[in-house]
């Protein structure tokens, strides 16, 4: 069953084609950084007129990729598409030309969670995975700790409880001057400073599954406050080592509380080279083998969402075509 995956949830446009042996037979993403860097984030109602000039592109050259004419009649068996979380005028653009494709072409349409999506990214690179698996699923709007015990069976164990992990990178780069998207450039600030310049708090790092950045957030400013002539750079890597840390210590002990067969990471964050290489790490000293997506599949993508749309078909059936978009859709738990 070969899927077209369309997501438009945020400041990625993007298309993807996977065939009957759920490989990736293209992956197109257009970013919107360009558009947006000038005003610091992302500008929703800009956003959403990009993803409407960059589909009539990206949907034909990911077709086109795959080795597949652009139809009429339907080059592929399905059109999955993020129907949320995420920015709701950017979700309908996606949503609404996923819903127009499969109704002219005759073929199912598939609505797929964003957060779901993430959690397939890292299947697609490792089929081998066994079950459970520990995944920290970290994004720009989201730190979520699951425990994944197959496709479509997904517990949660631990969850931030004030901002997400990617927002606190995007704030501190904002606040450092660093640029927009920040994560990236935390990182390449990071990478010529000293983590241990300053100590900023672990907030939460005995007790429990929760996280919690926001304090984190509050220390970074009040430090540079207090010492003006700090180094970005040290700050930054300083930043980044609390965020590290917190987030390997907690994965690993969600991972000892699930009996966890193995640690996954998803979502942007997961991009971030100094906490793949902790995770990576702290596996092995485990005894666990951690499965990484590679970082183009950890940032927004549309395989992830053909993969998930593909998944979900094959065992829950297609979706109906009046499916809303919704901004705040939740991860769907195991009752
Ligand atoms: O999953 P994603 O692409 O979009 C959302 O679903 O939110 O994640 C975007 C987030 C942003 O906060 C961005 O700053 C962060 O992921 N990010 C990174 C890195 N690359 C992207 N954070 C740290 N290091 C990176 N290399
Ligand atoms: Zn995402």
């Known amino acids: ?49 990009a993803h409407l000039d960059l589909l009539s592109v990206v949907v034909p050259t990911a077709l086109e990729q795959a080795g597949l004419p652009p139809g009429p009649p339907a080059p592929v068996d399905a059109v999955a598409a993020t129907v949320g979380p995420g920015l709701i005028g950017a979700l309908l653009v996606g949503v609404s030309e996923a819903k127009a494709m499969a109704l002219a072409w005759d073929r199912p349409f598939v609505a797929v969670n964003h957060l779901e999506g993430h959690l397939f990214a890292a299947l697609l690179d490792h089929p081998e995975l066994r079950w459970p698996l520990t995944v920290l699923l970290v994004s720009g709007g989201h730190t979520l700790l699951v425990s994944m015990q197959a496709p479509g069976r997904y517990q949660l164990l631990g969850q931030t409880i004030d901002d997400a992990a990617g927002e606190a990178f995007d704030k501190v780069a904002r606040f450092l001057g660093l640029g927009y ?12 400073g000293d983590p241990t310049a300053f ?24 430090a540079v406050r207090r010492h003006p002539d700090a180094s970005n750079q040290d700050v930054a890597a300083s930043f980044q080592q609390a965020v590290v840390d917190v987030l390997v210590a907690k994965t690993m002990r969600a991972a000892t509380s699930s009996q966890a067969a193995g640690v996954c990471l998803a979502g942007g964050v997961a991009a971030n080279g100094p906490l793949r290489r902790a995770l990576t790490d702290a596996a092995e000293a485990a005894g666990l083998p951690a499965y990484l997506p590679s970082r183009a599949m950890c940032t927004d993508n549309a395989a992830m969402v053909a993969a998930a749309g593909r998944w979900q078909l094959q065992h829950l059936g297609p979706s109906p075509l009046d499916v809303p978009a919704d901004p705040n859709l939740r991860l769907p738990l195991m009752a």
């Open 1 to 49: 069953m070969t899927v077209l995956g369309i997501e438009t949830s945020c400041d990625e446009t993007a298309a993807a084609v996977v065939d009957d042996e759920g490989t990736v037979r293209s992956s197109v993403v257009s970013s919107q950084v360009d558009l947006h860097a000038a005003y610091g984030g992302v500008v929703p109602e800009l956003a959403s007129r």
């Open 181 to 192: 998207p920040g994560g990236p450039a935390v990182e390449r600030a990071a990478a010529a």
């Open 199 to 222: 100590a900023f708090p672990r907030a939460m790092l005995g007790e429990g599954l929760d996280l919690s950045f926001s304090g984190l957030k509050t220390a970074v400013v009040n």
